[in-house]
Antibody, heavy 122, light 113 residues
Framework: EVQLVQSGPEVKKPGEPLKISCQGF????????IAWVRQMPGKGLEWMGI????????KYSPSFQGQVTISADKSSGTAYLQWSSLKASDTAMYFC???????????????WGQGTTVTVSS | DIVMTQSPDSLAVSLGERATINCKSS????????????LAWYQQKAGQPPKLLIY???TREFGVPDRFSGSGSGTDFTLTISTLQAEDVAVYYC?????????FGGGTKVEIK
């Protein structure tokens, strides 16, 4: 059974860089796309972007393009979400999730990580 | 971007009664070549990640109780919980996966009356 395990909670100051991770276990990690989803406190879900670890093909939501960088290391089965300079408005829970179709973006997301809380405060 | 609009924002239903959640997309998510609606429903309980309930608008994910059903086509969709159980208290989201950026509805909070 596939699992996505995310890195632990982060508390950072504005302007600091950050990279969080999502490691896949139990399945052919590189052959499925991995998405990142933001949930701000008390709010709904926002799709940020998606990566195909096999070749690092990446697609971003226009709302997040240029604000974050999504990457992956297929050898370790890990996807990453990073910021070069955090803002207070980046405070949120971040989930990684996997669309259920092998090699396809266009499926419901059937596997989710447990979430990583990012708090940005001076 | 395809905008997904859910209604109502919240609803309170008695145990054993029916709950109905609506989702409307700003453009059709029906893909003509395979006649599939690229629409999913998720359940998110407090403090947990979302869970996939329904995909292709009406296909129940493995292990999801049959009191959950999805219907609709094109731009108008419905999630129905036929007999509400206490464990169904959650926020429910629709999502289109027809085009990038994939987008979610704003969520519907279901509570017990």
């Amino acid at each position: 059974e596939v699992q996505l395990v995310q890195s632990g909670p982060e508390v950072k100051k504005p302007g600091e860089p950050l990279k969080i991770s999502c490691q896949g276990f139990g399945d052919t990690f590189a052959k499925y796309w991995i998405a990142w989803v933001r949930q701000m406190p008390g709010k709904g879900l926002e799709w940020m972007g998606i990566i195909y670890p096999s070749d690092s093909d990446t697609k971003y939501s226009p709302s997040f393009q240029g604000q974050v960088t999504i990457s992956a290391d297929k050898s370790s089965g890990t996807a990453y979400l990073q910021w070069s300079s955090l803002k207070a408005s980046d405070t949120a829970m971040y989930f990684c999730a996997r669309p259920g179709g092998r090699s396809s973006i266009y499926y419901g997301m059937d596997v989710w990580g447990q979430g990583t809380t990012v708090t940005v405060s001076s | 971007d395809i905008v997904m609009t859910q209604s109502p924002d919240s609803l309170a239903v008695s145990l054993g009664e029916r709950a109905t959640i609506n989702c409307k997309s700003s453009q059709s998510v029906l893909y003509d070549s395979n006649n599939e609606n690229y629409l999913a429903w998720y359940q998110q309980k407090a403090g947990q990640p979302p869970k996939l309930l329904i995909y292709w608008a009406s296909t129940r994910e493995f292990g999801v109780p049959d009191r959950f059903s999805g219907s609709g086509s094109g731009t108008d969709f419905t999630l129905t919980i036929s007999t509400l159980q206490a464990e169904d208290v959650a926020v429910y989201y629709c999502q289109q996966y027809y085009s990038i950026p994939l987008t979610f509805g704003g969520g519907t909070k279901v509570e017990i009356k």
